[in-house]
């Protein structure tokens, strides 16, 4: 999976394809990677109603500057690494973020510089 960091060289940005509920139909959506998201994935509201995604129910979360806000949550299932995977979305109208759980198994390389690749594999899988 292949992305770019932003001109300014402050953000790496990844697309993901985030499937409805019932699969009929999509969207591509450009998120910011972020390290220091524990999560899978946040969606703005307009796209988690365009998609159809029902809320399951609220979380609490903290915020990079300490804060703590109420999100709505709801699942999902979005294409990585070739398959479809199911999600957990926070629902946060702000830039979609994609967070560590969802890129659990890869490995992710930025070019910090504006215009850098960002590019996300899949790791191989431990034998014993």
Do not use: K, Y
Request: hydrophobic share 45%; net charge negative; with cysteine.
């Amino acid at each position: 999976m292949r992305g770019t960091v932003a001109a300014e060289g402050n953000e790496a940005l990844l697309g993901v394809e985030v499937l409805s509920q019932a699969g009929s139909s999509s969207l591509r959506v450009e998120a910011v990677v972020d390290t220091g998201f524990t999560g899978h994935l946040t969606l703005p509201r307009a796209t988690v109603d365009a998609l159809g995604l029902p809320i399951i129910g609220s979380a609490e979360s903290i915020l990079a500057d300490g804060s703590l806000v109420m999100e709505d949550v709801c699942l999902a299932r979005v294409l990585w690494h070739g398959a479809e995977r199911p999600v957990r979305v926070l629902v946060a109208d702000a830039t979609p973020l994609l967070g560590m759980a969802l890129m659990r198994g890869s490995e992710l390389r930025v070019e910090c510089v504006g215009g850098g690749e960002v590019s996300v594999e899949r790791l191989e899988e431990p034998s014993d």
